[in-house]
Protein backbone atom coordinates (compact mmCIF):
# COMPACT_ATOMS: atom_id res chain seq x y z
CA UNK A 1 0.00 0.00 0.00
CA UNK A 2 2.95 2.31 0.42
CA UNK A 3 4.20 1.23 -2.60
CA UNK A 4 0.67 2.38 -4.40
CA UNK A 5 0.47 5.68 -2.43
CA UNK A 6 3.99 6.94 -3.39
CA UNK A 7 3.02 6.20 -7.34
CA UNK A 8 -0.30 8.01 -7.01
CA UNK A 9 1.36 10.98 -5.54
CA UNK A 10 3.30 11.43 -9.02
CA UNK A 11 0.26 10.13 -11.68
CA UNK A 12 -1.48 13.03 -13.88
CA UNK A 13 -3.87 12.58 -16.47
CA UNK A 14 -1.37 10.55 -18.82
CA UNK A 15 -2.51 6.53 -18.72
CA UNK A 16 0.38 5.13 -16.84
CA UNK A 17 1.47 1.62 -15.19
CA UNK A 18 1.51 2.41 -11.60
CA UNK A 19 2.92 -1.76 -10.90
CA UNK A 20 4.43 -3.75 -12.84
CA UNK A 21 4.60 -6.89 -10.87
CA UNK A 22 5.17 -9.21 -14.27
CA UNK A 23 8.79 -7.22 -14.33
CA UNK A 24 9.79 -10.05 -11.96
CA UNK A 25 11.73 -7.74 -9.46
CA UNK A 26 9.77 -8.43 -6.69
CA UNK A 27 8.84 -12.42 -6.91
CA UNK A 28 5.99 -12.39 -4.53
CA UNK A 29 4.06 -9.74 -7.08
CA UNK A 30 4.58 -11.25 -9.88
CA UNK A 31 1.17 -11.94 -10.84
CA UNK A 32 0.23 -8.07 -10.07
CA UNK A 33 -0.20 -5.40 -12.40
CA UNK A 34 -1.65 -1.74 -11.38
CA UNK A 35 -2.45 0.41 -14.34
CA UNK A 36 -4.19 4.01 -14.45
CA UNK A 37 -7.00 4.99 -16.49
CA UNK A 38 -8.11 8.53 -14.97
CA UNK A 39 -9.76 8.08 -12.66
CA UNK A 40 -9.56 4.31 -12.85
CA UNK A 41 -7.10 1.75 -11.06
CA UNK A 42 -6.64 -1.23 -12.90
CA UNK A 43 -5.84 -4.25 -11.33
CA UNK A 44 -4.90 -7.23 -13.29
CA UNK A 45 -4.24 -10.69 -11.91
CA UNK A 46 -2.13 -13.05 -13.51
CA UNK A 47 -2.52 -15.93 -10.96
CA UNK A 48 -4.72 -17.00 -7.62
CA UNK A 49 -2.89 -16.40 -4.74
CA UNK A 50 -3.86 -16.99 -1.35
CA UNK A 51 -3.23 -13.86 -0.19
CA UNK A 52 -5.11 -12.14 -3.16
CA UNK A 53 -8.44 -11.36 -1.23
CA UNK A 54 -6.69 -9.98 1.90
CA UNK A 55 -4.45 -7.15 0.00
CA UNK A 56 -7.47 -6.36 -2.48
CA UNK A 57 -9.32 -5.39 0.24
CA UNK A 58 -6.58 -3.03 1.66
CA UNK A 59 -6.40 -2.08 -1.70
CA UNK A 60 -10.25 -0.97 -1.87
CA UNK A 61 -10.60 1.10 1.58
CA UNK A 62 -6.99 3.04 0.14
CA UNK A 63 -8.56 3.76 -3.05
CA UNK A 64 -11.89 4.91 -1.92
CA UNK A 65 -10.33 6.94 0.33
CA UNK A 66 -8.38 8.61 -2.11
CA UNK A 67 -9.01 12.02 -3.92
CA UNK A 68 -7.83 10.50 -7.69
CA UNK A 69 -9.52 7.53 -7.48
CA UNK A 70 -12.90 7.38 -8.57
CA UNK A 71 -13.26 3.94 -9.91
CA UNK A 72 -11.19 0.26 -9.15
CA UNK A 73 -11.31 -2.57 -11.37
CA UNK A 74 -10.14 -6.15 -11.00
CA UNK A 75 -9.14 -8.12 -14.00
CA UNK A 76 -8.60 -12.18 -13.38
CA UNK A 77 -6.51 -12.91 -16.34
CA UNK A 78 -6.33 -16.44 -15.15
CA UNK A 79 -10.09 -17.06 -15.11
CA UNK A 80 -11.48 -18.01 -18.95
CA UNK A 81 -12.74 -15.19 -20.99
CA UNK A 82 -10.00 -12.33 -18.49
CA UNK A 83 -13.59 -11.19 -16.38
CA UNK A 84 -13.16 -7.78 -15.28
CA UNK A 85 -14.94 -7.05 -11.97
CA UNK A 86 -15.80 -3.21 -11.15
CA UNK A 87 -15.98 -2.72 -7.36
CA UNK A 88 -16.95 0.50 -6.99
CA UNK A 89 -17.37 3.68 -9.55
CA UNK A 90 -17.67 4.41 -13.22
CA UNK A 91 -15.27 2.50 -15.76
CA UNK A 92 -13.57 5.88 -17.90
CA UNK A 93 -14.38 5.15 -21.79
CA UNK A 94 -10.72 7.05 -22.64
CA UNK A 95 -7.39 7.15 -21.80
CA UNK A 96 -5.28 9.98 -22.29
CA UNK A 97 -2.05 10.75 -23.19
CA UNK A 98 0.35 13.31 -24.28
CA UNK A 99 -3.18 16.02 -25.12
CA UNK A 100 -4.64 13.13 -26.84
CA UNK A 101 -7.62 11.05 -26.32
CA UNK A 102 -8.19 7.13 -26.60
CA UNK A 103 -11.46 4.58 -26.70
CA UNK A 104 -11.42 2.37 -24.06
CA UNK A 105 -12.86 -0.68 -23.20
CA UNK A 106 -11.89 -1.77 -19.37
CA UNK A 107 -15.52 -3.85 -18.88
CA UNK A 108 -15.07 -5.80 -22.22
CA UNK A 109 -12.14 -7.13 -23.21
CA UNK A 110 -9.46 -9.02 -22.69
CA UNK A 111 -7.25 -5.94 -24.25
CA UNK A 112 -8.67 -2.75 -23.18
CA UNK A 113 -8.16 -0.72 -26.48
CA UNK A 114 -4.66 1.06 -25.41
CA UNK A 115 -1.24 0.25 -24.62
CA UNK A 116 0.32 2.62 -21.80
CA UNK A 117 3.94 0.66 -22.59
CA UNK A 118 3.95 1.94 -25.99
CA UNK A 119 4.43 5.31 -25.06
CA UNK A 120 8.28 5.47 -26.48
CA UNK A 121 7.09 4.34 -29.36
CA UNK A 122 4.35 7.03 -29.66
CA UNK A 123 6.98 9.52 -28.95
CA UNK A 124 9.29 8.53 -31.55
CA UNK A 125 6.63 8.65 -33.92
CA UNK A 126 5.05 12.44 -33.23
CA UNK A 127 8.84 13.53 -33.12
CA UNK A 128 9.55 12.04 -36.79
CA UNK A 129 6.28 11.94 -38.72
CA UNK A 130 6.20 15.69 -39.99
CA UNK A 131 6.02 15.72 -44.01
CA UNK A 132 6.23 11.51 -43.41
CA UNK A 133 3.94 8.76 -44.89
CA UNK A 134 3.57 6.36 -42.44
CA UNK A 135 2.61 2.61 -42.45
CA UNK A 136 1.63 1.35 -39.19
CA UNK A 137 1.24 -2.86 -39.63
CA UNK A 138 -1.10 -4.34 -36.85
CA UNK A 139 -2.14 -1.06 -36.11
CA UNK A 140 -5.06 -2.81 -33.73
CA UNK A 141 -7.47 0.36 -32.72
CA UNK A 142 -4.56 2.90 -34.44
CA UNK A 143 -3.17 4.74 -31.38
CA UNK A 144 0.11 4.59 -32.84
CA UNK A 145 -1.29 6.69 -36.12
CA UNK A 146 -3.20 9.21 -33.87
CA UNK A 147 0.56 10.34 -32.54
CA UNK A 148 1.73 10.21 -36.18
CA UNK A 149 -1.10 12.71 -37.28
CA UNK A 150 -0.44 15.05 -34.20
CA UNK A 151 3.44 15.07 -35.45
CA UNK A 152 1.64 16.49 -39.15
CA UNK A 153 2.43 13.36 -41.20
CA UNK A 154 1.45 13.58 -44.57
CA UNK A 155 -0.40 9.69 -44.79
CA UNK A 156 -1.31 7.00 -42.45
CA UNK A 157 -2.12 3.65 -43.53
CA UNK A 158 -2.93 1.12 -41.02
CA UNK A 159 -3.52 -2.46 -41.66
CA UNK A 160 -5.35 -4.81 -39.28
CA UNK A 161 -7.09 -7.90 -39.70
CA UNK A 162 -9.84 -6.47 -37.54
CA UNK A 163 -12.17 -4.31 -39.18
CA UNK A 164 -14.06 -3.95 -35.40
CA UNK A 165 -10.37 -2.36 -34.16
CA UNK A 166 -9.80 -0.08 -37.64
CA UNK A 167 -13.73 0.81 -36.41
CA UNK A 168 -12.18 2.04 -33.12
CA UNK A 169 -9.23 3.64 -34.65
CA UNK A 170 -11.26 5.50 -36.67
CA UNK A 171 -12.65 6.94 -33.81
CA UNK A 172 -10.16 7.81 -32.15
CA UNK A 173 -9.07 10.32 -35.05
CA UNK A 174 -12.44 11.54 -34.74
CA UNK A 175 -11.47 12.42 -31.00
CA UNK A 176 -8.42 14.33 -31.87
CA UNK A 177 -9.09 15.95 -35.14
CA UNK A 178 -10.96 18.03 -37.29
CA UNK A 179 -12.10 16.09 -40.63
CA UNK A 180 -9.71 17.40 -42.97
CA UNK A 181 -6.86 15.82 -41.37
CA UNK A 182 -8.51 12.62 -40.75
CA UNK A 183 -8.52 12.62 -44.25
CA UNK A 184 -5.06 11.57 -44.39
CA UNK A 185 -5.47 8.40 -42.94
CA UNK A 186 -6.78 4.81 -44.20
CA UNK A 187 -7.37 1.77 -42.58
CA UNK A 188 -6.89 -1.41 -44.40
CA UNK A 189 -9.07 -4.65 -42.87
CA UNK A 190 -6.68 -7.07 -44.54
CA UNK A 191 -4.49 -10.13 -44.11
CA UNK A 192 -0.91 -8.69 -44.18
CA UNK A 193 0.94 -11.52 -46.81
CA UNK A 194 -2.62 -11.33 -48.17
CA UNK A 195 -2.44 -7.91 -49.15
CA UNK A 196 1.40 -6.61 -49.81
CA UNK A 197 0.64 -6.16 -53.48
CA UNK A 198 -2.14 -3.21 -52.34
CA UNK A 199 0.19 -1.46 -49.99
CA UNK A 200 2.94 -1.55 -52.34
CA UNK A 201 0.62 0.43 -54.49
CA UNK A 202 0.73 2.84 -51.77
CA UNK A 203 4.37 2.83 -51.31
CA UNK A 204 6.61 4.07 -50.62
CA UNK A 205 6.53 4.65 -46.65
CA UNK A 206 9.22 6.69 -45.01
CA UNK A 207 7.98 5.45 -41.80
CA UNK A 208 7.33 2.17 -40.81
CA UNK A 209 5.63 0.61 -37.48
CA UNK A 210 5.84 -3.16 -37.26
CA UNK A 211 3.95 -4.44 -33.47
CA UNK A 212 2.55 -7.78 -34.50
CA UNK A 213 1.47 -10.36 -31.93
CA UNK A 214 3.53 -12.52 -30.81
CA UNK A 215 1.50 -15.72 -31.46
CA UNK A 216 -1.59 -15.75 -33.12
CA UNK A 217 -2.35 -18.82 -35.24
CA UNK A 218 -4.13 -17.57 -38.61
CA UNK A 219 -2.91 -13.95 -37.91
CA UNK A 220 1.02 -13.81 -36.89
CA UNK A 221 3.41 -16.27 -35.32
CA UNK A 222 6.79 -14.37 -34.63
CA UNK A 223 8.93 -17.13 -35.35
CA UNK A 224 7.59 -17.93 -38.45
CA UNK A 225 5.97 -14.94 -40.25
CA UNK A 226 8.73 -12.27 -39.26
CA UNK A 227 11.06 -13.18 -40.88
CA UNK A 228 8.69 -13.28 -44.15
CA UNK A 229 7.92 -10.08 -42.90
CA UNK A 230 11.09 -8.11 -42.97
CA UNK A 231 12.26 -10.52 -46.67
CA UNK A 232 9.63 -7.92 -48.12
CA UNK A 233 9.51 -4.96 -46.53
CA UNK A 234 12.00 -3.65 -48.88
CA UNK A 235 9.37 -3.33 -51.54
CA UNK A 236 7.49 -0.68 -50.08
CA UNK A 237 9.97 1.33 -48.13
CA UNK A 238 11.59 4.65 -49.26
CA UNK A 239 15.02 5.52 -49.72
CA UNK A 240 16.47 6.02 -45.72
CA UNK A 241 13.31 5.12 -43.92
CA UNK A 242 12.87 4.37 -40.89
CA UNK A 243 11.58 1.28 -39.26
CA UNK A 244 10.41 0.92 -35.41
CA UNK A 245 9.92 -3.01 -35.01
CA UNK A 246 8.23 -4.32 -31.62
CA UNK A 247 7.54 -7.73 -30.12
CA UNK A 248 5.75 -8.56 -27.06
CA UNK A 249 7.41 -11.37 -26.18
CA UNK A 250 8.61 -12.51 -23.04
CA UNK A 251 10.50 -15.78 -24.21
CA UNK A 252 12.49 -14.46 -26.35
CA UNK A 253 15.00 -11.59 -25.90
CA UNK A 254 16.55 -8.67 -27.93
CA UNK A 255 18.37 -10.90 -30.06
CA UNK A 256 15.95 -12.66 -31.91
CA UNK A 257 14.86 -9.31 -33.68
CA UNK A 258 18.55 -8.01 -33.72
CA UNK A 259 19.51 -11.32 -35.66
CA UNK A 260 16.85 -10.97 -37.86
CA UNK A 261 17.49 -7.76 -39.21
CA UNK A 262 20.73 -8.86 -40.13
CA UNK A 263 20.14 -11.58 -41.89
CA UNK A 264 16.84 -10.91 -44.06
CA UNK A 265 17.12 -6.81 -44.14
CA UNK A 266 20.96 -6.52 -43.46
CA UNK A 267 20.51 -2.71 -45.49
CA UNK A 268 18.63 -1.45 -42.67
CA UNK A 269 20.93 -0.48 -39.86
CA UNK A 270 20.43 -0.57 -36.26
CA UNK A 271 19.91 3.08 -34.91
CA UNK A 272 19.33 1.80 -31.34
CA UNK A 273 16.17 0.52 -28.64
CA UNK A 274 13.62 3.25 -27.27
CA UNK A 275 13.54 3.72 -23.49
CA UNK A 276 11.47 2.21 -21.19
CA UNK A 277 8.28 4.21 -20.10
CA UNK A 278 8.42 4.96 -16.48
CA UNK A 279 6.50 2.25 -14.18
CA UNK A 280 7.67 -1.00 -16.45
CA UNK A 281 10.87 -1.65 -14.51
CA UNK A 282 12.18 -5.22 -15.56
CA UNK A 283 14.55 -8.14 -14.10
CA UNK A 284 15.66 -8.78 -17.39
CA UNK A 285 16.08 -5.94 -19.38
CA UNK A 286 15.93 -8.15 -22.94
CA UNK A 287 13.01 -9.45 -21.82
CA UNK A 288 10.81 -6.50 -21.81
CA UNK A 289 8.60 -5.52 -24.48
CA UNK A 290 10.90 -4.85 -27.61
CA UNK A 291 11.03 -1.47 -29.54
CA UNK A 292 14.19 -1.63 -31.69
CA UNK A 293 14.81 1.15 -34.26
CA UNK A 294 16.57 0.32 -37.88
CA UNK A 295 17.37 2.92 -40.60
CA UNK A 296 17.41 1.83 -43.97
CA UNK A 297 20.73 2.71 -45.87
CA UNK A 298 22.12 1.67 -49.68
Same mark, same amino acid.
Given at each position: ?????????????????????????D?AW????????????????????????????????????????????????????????????????Q????????????????????????????????????????????????????????????Q??????????? %??????H?????????????????D????? =???????????V??????????S???????????????????????????L??????????????????P?????????????Y?? %??? =???????????? =?
Amino acid at each position: MERLETAMADVGPDACRIFHGRGGVDEAWKHVVIDWYRPALLVTLYADRENSADWLTQLQTMAEQHEKIECLLVQRRYQAGAPVERIFGEAPEQATESGLSYQLSLEKNQNHGFFPDMKPGRDWLRERAAGKRVLNLFAYTCALSVAAVQGGAQQVVNLDQSSRSL %AVGRENHRLNFPPERCRSVRYLAHDLFKSW =GRLKRLAPFDLVVLDPPSHQPGSFVAVKDYPRLLRRLPEVLAEKAEVLACLNAPELDDTFLTELFAEHLPQAKFSGILPQPTGYEE %AEA =GRRLKRLVYRLE =G
